[in-house]
């Protein structure tokens, strides 16, 4: 069937070398796709996998110093791997539509939104006439409403979903054949990409538009597209039917990928040591074990939680202290910012609205929200770094809106924060040594040699080798830096850590891996977490209760299980709805 | 855009008083008899120093001179040179060559600097690029006043294709010369700004995608990469006209054009310091406004500004 | 926060769709796998452990070693400091001394010993041009010297603590701003209290009150830049106090663009100094400097261009050298080209 259909982009044996200071590099190689007209094929894959330039190759927008060296390109049976300048120009737009990555640097900061699309219709020959008209027609397709009025606005007047709706219209405007959609919702809040996503998929379909989508994200892959081609390392490693491969992956790599990939797992990560006595309690209670649960949880028997939670190592929670005590309790928090107006005036703007959770020793407790729902303002308050308008954060029993001096200093010992840029929470200059060491010192804790022991047992903690400490953070990925920022946050044996956005900008294999030394930090040391994201197929792999923020205000809080298999709130439901792939495994 | 220009307004009236308060009290706040300072130390007659005495109100406590300073300034009551000159009609006689001599250097600045540096930003790199790159470093670190000697001597002297110096009236033509001298300096500049500027915006995402849109190469580099890199340049223009117009010191008197300049450089060496302040307090006045200039023109060339 | 132009939620279309269950093809897809010889796995994040450690510095160094602009520039500035420094290396007439001016050579052109001739005064040009050194390089460092202390505590300042103290800061360096460089330093210096008592020390003065607001400005936004960095944050969170986690995080991260500056600013200091003197309100007489040779050598340009000439040829070339250097810097240090 359908074997008789060409199809509409061919991508054979394709090679990219990049020209760098270092001698030329090989970006892809031997990467092959097929899309047939009117499919989604999603190239999944990490960031540097070559997934991004292997579809800008397709549309001839590869960076100035590279270029293709080797296999074809064949769009609707045209080889254009060389064609000309002029053919290329002819094809983008009309023929090959693109939606970029990120809503906020694509649109020209300096002309208005309706300029913009109209030069689109123009350049592929299409404004015609009533160009205005058009032009309103498009950007309401694409879901954005009193087009005639917006279009007359500058990008900065639009917020971020806005403005990817109005690049879906652009890239969409003169009725492409294919779309290349190079990750087009990562910058978004999860509702907003659900619905633009949602939109993206009905406007395809009804125009018959075959999509190329880049993804980093399996599940929202296997969601939106026919077909997945897997990329590693400049190499596909795997490529079928999207469903097909999330259920039967061959390649090792897809494996890890589909086991590591956080909308699909559905439950809380434990270690080894703690399964095993989980599996060891329950047979004495001569109940049914699952070994290694990583599909679906809410089922478990609540006797096995209850096994479990006696069996956990009560020697290894710090200071001796209870579990299950409470030791960070926060009630009535509120934060109001002043916005500065026209002429000194100021309006009062709600960050955090009376918010009141508490969190148990060695638990962990996770706040979830969208942007501008106040998570992070209640981290900032929480690690005593901003004054609340109103209400008390009570830290083991006392106040710390209040504190001052000596006693600041010494809950500042005890209460440490990892951020979410990794490439931001490390100061450049300082080598790694000097990082880890920084807390130490600032403490006036041992000895330099002491201290240097200290920082090669942190290291060893966070899995580094030693020889780590001379390094530099540019020397480093991502996810070395966030364990290097976990390191630092051990060094002084903090009895809670909070973490904002901590894993967010980390690809999903090295997210795993952090999660997994987080929690096995946890398990050893009694570590309480107070884990800020907006990730909550995140929370669901670390968190034990969830406080759901919208707007300032908490909507719904209650133990994970209960959120992820009752949400009582619509607002929760919609969250949950929107983590993609969440109903694909089932 | 009405707010955003009101609030600007609102910004310059402290560094119009403070300027000008520093201008005053380097004068007359600063040891010394405030009397030999504005006669540049030499003895003088008492009719001038009497009318000196009078234009400054020396005999008042210093605050209620400074007021009286400003109400003059802003008047355009400013005195008298000691050759009996009133120095307001001086400075209108002045400021229209200041004007010429400005418009045109900026004109060739502007002209050449974009020209050149759009098509170094462009093609980076490559043999061009390199070599307006070298040329303008050369031109920077070449003094103004060796470069207007140099040419005045080359093309004015041997060469004879020009009047090494300008006569009386300054017409457009005998212009020409120091105002080359004059745009030289900024021209450098206006090309490296415009180079960086191109260059970056050549990398912006926004050009990815509208070259992705099917416009023209052509397109895509007039209308996003180029209105984009001017605003820095056009502000960078704005300001230097501001300095155009206080008058360029070394090359009118180099080439001996009898605008603003001039008259500074001549009280300067004649010592009449009274002049040189009521020249000065006028000067910070047109480079408060260009300074309010510029900031508009920014706000007019990126929406993103007006908002802020 | 104009975020909240329009709320995302109404935009939807009403009502949830059906559970997402994925989509099948019309078309036949086949199955690929690639070899696993051809596609090994590494392992997660790893560290290269081969590599030798580099902090920014020693990279910018790696990088600048290898730069043509830079070496030429570095080996020009150290050519300048020695000179600068021990002048009596290069010639063995000591112009400072009146006797070796001989008033029957007044402008004579070049002859052996005095090789590019005399000044009006009969003094080697050459010997002068060689001791002028000292004066021009050393307003030009202790004047940026100068403006980095004041201008750089003032901008860290300002940025560092915002609010009332950066309007008040902010406002001062636009008054200062108002008054170019050029008419600033005339305004004093034409002044009988300073005309009289000129020295290299009331002319860097001078610069320094007029060009510390550009530094300041630089300064403040490069502080601005990192005061909000996560890791300036984090060391709070560990207890360091603000003053301390300016001194220790904010500041040395915010060096790069203000070194590029300083070291154009050099240049410029030094081409304002000449242009005093040539105004006639710089450095005395009595200080040997490029820039009063060059202002003396006005009267004589049309038949004896080269007293002009060669003092202006280096002064040119060591103005040229620090803003090439400046300019290798800013390719050195670039931010963007540090994040890998």
Known sequence: ?586 | MLMFTFRRFLQLIPVFFGATLLVYFLVFATPGDPIAALSGGKPMAPAVEAALRAQYNLDQPFWVQYGLYLKNLVTLNLGQTFSGQDVSAVIARAYPVTARLAIMALTFEAVFGILFGVIAGLRKGKFFDSTVLVASLVVIAVPTFVLGFVLQLVVGVKLGWARPTVSGSAPWNELILPALVLGLVSLAYVIRLTRTSVGENMNADYVRTATAKGLSRRRVVVVHILRNSLIPVVTFLGADLGSLMGGAIVTEGIFNVPGIGNLLYKAIQKGESATVVAVVGILVIVFVVANLVVDLLYAWLDPRIRYV | MSENLTPEKDLAAAGTPAARQGKTSRHHIEHFVAPLEETPLAAIDNVDETAAPLSLWADAWRNLRRQPLFIISALLILAVLIVAIFPQWFTNIDPRIQSTCNLADSGEPARAGHSLGFTLQGCDVYARMIYGTRASLMVGVFTTLGVLILGGAMGALAGYYGGWMDAILARLGDIFFALPLILGAIVIMQLPAFRDNRSVWVVVATLVIFGWPQIARITRGAVIENRNSDYVTASKALGLSPFRALIKHVLPNSLAPIIVVASISLGTFIVAEATLSFLGIGLPQSIMSWGNDIANAQSQVRNNPGVLLWPALALSITVLSFIMLGDALRDALDPKARKR
């Not at chain 1, 490693?237 to 956080?262: C, D, K």
């Not at chain 1, 209460?415 to 300082?430: A, C, K, R, T």
């Not at chain 1, 010192?441 to 041992?446: A, L, M, Q, R, W």
């Open chain 1, 1 to 586: 069937m359908g074997s008789d259909v060409q199809p509409l982009l061919e991508i054979r044996d394709l090679a990219i070398t990049f020209q760098t200071a270092n001698g030329p590099v090989e970006a892809v190689r031997n990467a092959h796709l097929t899309v047939m007209p009117g499919e989604t094929v999603a190239i999944v894959g990490e960031s540097g996998s070559g997934k991004s330039t292997t579809a800008l190759a397709a549309i001839g927008l590869l960076p100035s110093n590279g270029g293709v060296s080797g296999g074809q390109i064949i769009f609707d049976g045209e080889d254009i791997t060389n064609a000309s300048e002029k053919r290329i120009v002819e094809l983008r737009g009309n023929s090959i539509g693109m939606v970029p990555q990120d809503p906020m640097s694509n649109l020209n900061p300096v002309w208005k939104i309706g300029f913009q699309v109209k030069e689109t219709l123009k350049a592929n020959g299409l404004a015609g006439a009533n160009s205005k008209e058009r032009v309103a027609e498009v950007l309401t397709e694409a879901g954005l409403p009193d087009a005639a009025t917006r279009a007359k606005q500058y990008p900065h007047e639009f917020s971020g979903g806005m403005r990817q709706r109005a690049l879906i219209a652009i890239g969409l405007a003169c009725r492409p054949r294919l779309l290349i959609a190079d990750e087009p919702t990562s910058a978004l809040d999860v509702t907003v990409q659900r619905q633009i996503l949602d939109h993206l998929d009905s406007m395809t379909t009804e125009l018959g538009t075959a999509v190329l989508l880049i993804t980093h994200d399996l599940g929202l892959a296997a969601e939106r597209a026919e077909k997945l081609v897997v990329m590693y390392k400049g190499q596909v490693v795997e490529s079928g039917p999207a469903l097909e491969i999330l259920r039967n992956p061959q390649h090792p790599y897809t494996q890890r990928l589909v086991n590591s990939a956080p909308s699909l797992a559905s439950r809380r990560l434990q270690s080894q040591k703690a399964k095993d006595a989980l599996a060891a309690a329950a047979a004495e209670l001569g109940s049914p074990v699952e070994p290694a649960p990583v599909v679906e949880a809410g089922h478990t028997p609540s006797t096995v939680h209850a096994a479990a939670k006696h069996a956990e190592p009560q020697a290894s929670l710090a200071k001796g202290a209870q579990a299950g005590e409470t030791i960070l309790e926060i009630k009535n928090l509120t934060k109001v910012f002043k916005l500065r107006g026209a002429l000194g005036k100021s309006t009062d703007f709600k960050a955090v609205d009376d918010v009141s959770f508490s969190v148990p020793r060695g638990t962990t407790m996770a706040i979830v929200g969208e942007s501008g729902s106040g998570k992070s303002t209640v981290a900032q308050m929480a690690l005593s770094l901003l004054a609340p308008t109103e209400g008390s954060i009570k830290f083991d029993g006392t106040d710390v809106t209040t504190l001052k001096g000596k006693p600041l200093f010494d809950f500042r010992r005890r209460v440490q924060p990892i951020f979410q840029d990794p490439y931001g929470s490390l100061d450049p200059m300082f080598n790694i040594y000097r990082t880890i060491e920084e807390p130490l010192k600032i403490h006036k804790i041992g000895d330099t040699k002491s201290r240097e022991k200290k920082v090669r047992e942190l290291l060893d903690q966070v899995s580094m080798p030693a020889s780590t400490m001379h390094r530099y953070p540019n020397e480093l990925s991502g996810g070395q830096r966030q364990r290097i920022a976990i390191a630092r946050a051990l060094a002084l044996n903090p009895d809670v850590i909070i973490c904002d956005e901590a894993v967010s900008a980390l690809d999903v294999l090295v997210q795993a891996q952090v999660l997994n030394l987080l929690n096995q930090l946890q398990e050893d040391l009694g570590l309480t977490y107070l884990f800020i994201t907006h990730d909550l197929a995140v929370v669901r792999q670390i968190a034990d209760h969830v406080t759901v923020m919208q707007k300032g205000r908490v909507v719904e809080a209650a133990s994970t299980d209960e959120v992820f298999s009752n949400p009582k709130q619509v607002y929760t439901q919609d969250l949950l709805n929107a983590i993609p792939g969440a109903t694909l495994l089932v």
